[in-house]
């Protein structure tokens, strides 16, 4: 059986289960602490992020976006469109997607792993301005939820559910067709709530 090595706050965890999940394809997670370093973790990937995914003795696949490739060919084409075009704008929003979570988790780290007095405001607010910029793109033109469901999907799945765990309030007033957009995705895979980026 395949195993993920992950966390639950994690976006790009976060993604890359519900796409199994969606898919049926069946797999172990495993919760790991990044901070700690485990040997599991560290064996998978010299680089000791998450989510791993491990398929056999010595096997392992990372980052996030090789992993929704992984699955992809595992599903035999099932996570992403077929038709170039569509393919591309899923490959497109997912890539935008995990790159708003670039920003928003490289401010997370800043005020979490300096002291106060040691953080630059100035790397926050250009972090921050990036997010939102990428996030009043995706609020001008939301994709589409339809039966079938792709990567790109999954992937802005994770970012809202981020948003609402990291940054409450500081978002929702300027993006309101996304937050209808998340309230809106439980309704094509009911499991978002329990798999979405939590404590």
């Known amino acids: 059986m395949l195993k993920i090595l992950c966390s639950s706050?994690?976006?790009?965890?976060?993604?890359?289960?519900?796409?199994?999940?969606?898919?049926?394809i069946k797999y172990m997670e495993v919760m790991v602490d990044t901070?700690?370093?485990?040997?599991?973790?560290?064996?998978?990937?010299?680089?000791?992020?998450?989510?791993?995914?491990?398929?056999?003795?010595?096997?392992?696949?990372?980052?996030?976006?090789a992993i929704m490739q992984f699955l992809n060919r595992k599903s035999e084409g099932r996570l992403y469109p077929e038709k170039d075009r569509k393919r591309t704008e899923a490959e497109v929003?997912?890539?935008?997607?995990?790159?708003?979570?670039?920003?928003?988790?490289?401010?997370?780290y800043e005020r979490r792993t300096r002291p106060e007095d040691k953080q630059?405001?100035?790397?926050?607010?250009?972090?921050?301005?990036k997010a939102t910029r990428g996030l009043a793109l995706l609020e001008k033109n939301p994709p589409k939820i339809s039966r079938k469901l792709h990567g790109g999907h999954f992937a802005l799945a994770a970012l809202l559910g981020y948003l609402a765990?990291?940054?409450?309030?500081?978002?929702?007033?300027?993006?309101?067709?996304?937050?209808?957009?998340?309230?809106?995705?439980?309704?094509?895979?009911?499991?978002?709530?329990?798999?979405?980026?939590?404590?």
């Open 35 to 65: 901070n700690a370093a485990p040997a599991e973790l560290i064996d998978n990937n010299p680089l000791g992020k998450i989510p791993v995914l491990v398929h056999g003795k010595g096997k392992a696949v990372y980052d996030s976006r």
């Open 165 to 199: 765990l990291r940054f409450e309030g500081k978002w929702e007033t300027d993006h309101p067709r996304l937050v209808a957009w998340a309230e809106a995705f439980p309704q094509h895979f009911p499991w978002y709530g329990a798999m979405k980026p939590q404590v």
């Open 120 to 129: 630059f405001d100035g790397w926050i607010d250009r972090q921050w301005t």
């Open 93 to 108: 929003l997912e890539a935008l997607s995990d790159g708003i979570c670039d920003c928003l988790l490289a401010i997370i």
């Open 9 to 24: 706050t994690s976006p790009y965890s976060s993604k890359v289960r519900m796409a199994a999940r969606h898919l049926g």
